[in-house]
C-alpha cells in the first residue's frame, strides 16, 4: 500500500486445492486493493460466466445460484442477498476485474472453504492443509536452537543431508512467515516449497539433534557448532547483567492498550482490542523474560481499568528503558487495514497545546491516517516525552522496517508521528504500534491468531535484542 509500491507489480497469489497449486495474477488497486480477473476465477472454480446485455453487466452461475456483478459497483448481487466487497468492480477493456475478496462471495456460494491469506498471498481451498509455519530462532549454551512452529499442528519427518536439513509436512503446501534477524552463520536460508520446508545451515554448524516432539505443533532442532562461544558474536545475552553501559535494556513497559469497560476496537465476530493486546504483550514479556533475563513490567497482567497517564507514570516510576504501547485499529471503513507504528510528534504535540505551560487541559481532535478523527487530551504539564522523541522515532523506523521485512502487511503510512496522549508523559523512548484493523475481516483473522500474535512479538524480541548492546547510531540526525 506504499505509495511507491504501485510501480511494481504485486506478486501473484497461490491458489491451493487438494488438486494442486495454480498461480492467480493480480493487479494493485489506486488504495492498495488487490484485483484479480473474474473470467480467471470462473475458470478456477469452473463457473459459467456471460454478460447481460440488458443491464450492461456479468452474471455468473454457481452452482443453482446466480451472482450479478455491475461495473462501478461495490456491491453484488450473491444469490438473491447483497454482498458488500472492498471496492468495486471495473472493466479493463474487455476484462471484468474484482477485489480478491469476492472470493469470500464463492466460498459461501459453492460450500467450499476459500480461505485468503493476504499476508502470506495464498488462497487455501476446500480441504487443502496448508498449516502457518513461524520460524523463531535463538541462541543457547550449545550454539542455537530454531524452533518452528505449525499451526495448525502437522506430522512431519525431519531429514538431513550435509548442510541441508528437510523437514517434510503432511499438508499441502506452507504458509511460511519469513524469519526476522537470524544470523547467516546459523542459518543461511529458509524456503517451503510444497510441503516441504528447506533449512539451509550456516557455516558455523556442526551438528544438529532434534529435541524429542513434545506435540505436533512445535519442532526443536539444536544446532551445535564447533566452538560456538569463540564463533558467537559478542552477545549481552551472556554478559554480565549488572555491567552498566549507556544503551543497555534492563526494564521494559508494554501497555496492553485499554482494558475493562474500555474494550477498545471490536471486530465483526466480537473480539476486542483490550483481549488481543493482552494477549501479544504476556507473549512479549514471556519471550523477553526467557531469552534475555529482563524486566519487564505490563501496565496491566489482566482485564482491568488502567488510566491513560497511569500507564506512562508506571513506566517512570520503574525507570523502564522503553516504552511500547500496543494496539488494534478500528475504522467504520472495512477496507482499511494494515499495521502502523506512532510515536509523538513534538511539533504537532506543541501546537496542539502541549507545550502552553500553566495553560489548562483541553482536548484536541487530530485528523487520523485513512480518515475520522481522533481526540486527544492535550496535557500542558506533561513534557516528558518530547526530549526522548528522536530516540522513539528512530525506534519507529526500525520497527516499521522489520514488520515490513517480517511479511506483515503494513497501512499506507506504515510509521506516523502524532500527538499520542499515551506517550507524551513516558520519559523514555516510547511507541505505540497498531497491529491491525480489527474492523477489516482480514486483519481481524490475523489478530486472532496466535502465528501472528508471535510474529509480531517476534519482531518486537529482535529490536530489543539488538537495543541491549546500545542504540545504533543515527546517520547525522535527517529529522
Ligand atoms: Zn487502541
Excluded: C
Excluded at 533449512?199 to 506435540?215: F, I, K
Excluded at 478523527?373 to 526522548?388: D, E, H, K, S, Y
Amino acid at each position: 500500500m506504499l505509495a511507491s509500491a504501485s510501480a511494481q507489480a504485486p506478486s501473484p497469489y497461490r491458489v491451493i486445492g487438494s488438486d494442486g497449486t495454480r498461480t492467480l495474477p493480480v493487479v494493485r488497486g489506486s488504495g492498495g486493493t488487490d484485483f484479480v480477473a473474474l473470467d480467471t476465477l470462473a475458470r478456477f472454480f469452473n463457473i459459467a460466466m456471460r454478460e447481460d446485455a440488458r443491464t450492461g453487466g456479468v452474471v455468473l452461475a454457481v452452482g443453482a445460484q446466480r451472482v450479478a456483478l455491475t461495473e462501478g459497483q461495490a456491491t453484488v448481487s450473491a444469490g438473491g442477498r447483497l454482498v458488500s466487497l472492498s471496492a468495486p468492480v471495473t472493466k479493463d477493456g474487455a476484462a471484468w476485474i474484482v477485489p480478491i475478496d469476492f472470493l469470500r462471495v464463492l466460498d459461501h456460494l459453492l460450500d467450499r472453504r476459500i480461505d485468503i491469506r493476504r499476508g502470506s498471498r495464498l488462497v487455501v481451498v476446500g480441504t487443502a492443509v496448508v498449516p502457518r509455519v513461524v520460524l523463531q530462532f535463538e541462541r543457547t549454551a550449545s550454539g542455537g536452537r530454531l524452533v518452528i512452529t505449525v499451526e495448525p499442528g502437522a506430522t512431519s519427518r525431519v531429514t538431513r543431508d550435509g548442510n541441508l536439513v528437510t523437514v517434510r509436512f503432511q499438508a499441502d503446501a506452507l504458509d511460511l512467515t519469513p524469519l526476522v534477524q537470524v544470523p547467516a552463520e546459523w542459518l543461511a536460508t529458509v524456503r517451503a516449497d510444497g510441503p516441504a520446508l528447506y533449512v539451509e545451515l550456516g557455516s558455523t554448524v556442526t551438528n544438529v539433534r532434534q529435541a524429542d516432539a513434545q506435540d505436533l505443533g512445535h519442532i526443536t532442532l539444536d544446532l551445535l557448532g564447533a566452538s560456538p562461544v569463540a564463533q558467537v558474536r559478542p552477545d549481552p545475552v551472556v554478559s554480565a547483567p549488572s555491567i552498566d553501559r549507556p544503551g543497555t535494556m534492563r526494564t521494559v513497559v508494554i501497555d496492553p492498550g485499554h482494558g475493562g469497560a474500555d474494550a477498545g476496537s471490536r471486530s465483526a465476530s466480537g473480539l476486542e482490542e483490550k483481549q488481543v493486546t493482552l494477549a501479544v504483550a504476556q507473549r512479549l514479556k514471556g519471550m523477553l523474560e526467557s531469552r534475555f533475563g529482563l524486566r519487564v513490567i505490563l501496565t496491566r497482567d489482566s482485564d482491568t481499568d488502567v488510566a491513560i497517564d497511569r500507564r506512562a507514570e508506571l513506566a517512570n516510576n520503574n525507570k523502564a528503558d522503553l516504552f511500547i504501547s500496543l494496539h488494534a485499529n478500528g475504522s467504520p471503513i472495512p477496507a482499511m487495514r494494515g499495521w502502523q507504528v506512532q510515536s509523538l510528534d513534538p511539533a504537532e504535540y506543541a501546537s496542539s497545546g502541549g507545550t502552553q505551560l500553566g495553560g489548562t487541559d483541553s482536548d484536541a481532535s487530530v485528523p487520523v491516517v485513512g480518515g475520522g478523527m481522533r481526540v486527544i487530551g492535550a496535557v500542558p504539564w506533561l513534557l516528558a516525552q518530547i526530549p526522548q522523541a528522536d530516540r522513539s522515532s528512530q525506534l519507529g523506523g526500525m520497527l516499521a522496517a522489520r514488520l515490513g521485512d517480517a511479511g506483515l502487511p503494513p497501512q499506507a503510512v506504515p510509521f506516523y508521528q502524532a500527538p499520542l496522549r499515551v506517550l507524551v508523559g513516558a520519559n523514555m523512548p516510547a511507541i505505540l504500534v497498531e497491529m491491525g484493523f480489527l474492523t477489516n475481516p482480514l486483519d481481524a483473522e490475523l489478530l486472532a491468531s496466535s502465528v501472528f500474535q508471535g510474529a509480531v512479538a517476534e519482531v518486537l524480541v529482535s529490536i530489543i535484542s539488538e537495543l541491549r548492546g546500545g542504540w545504533p547510531a543515527t546517520g547525522g540526525g535527517d529529522r
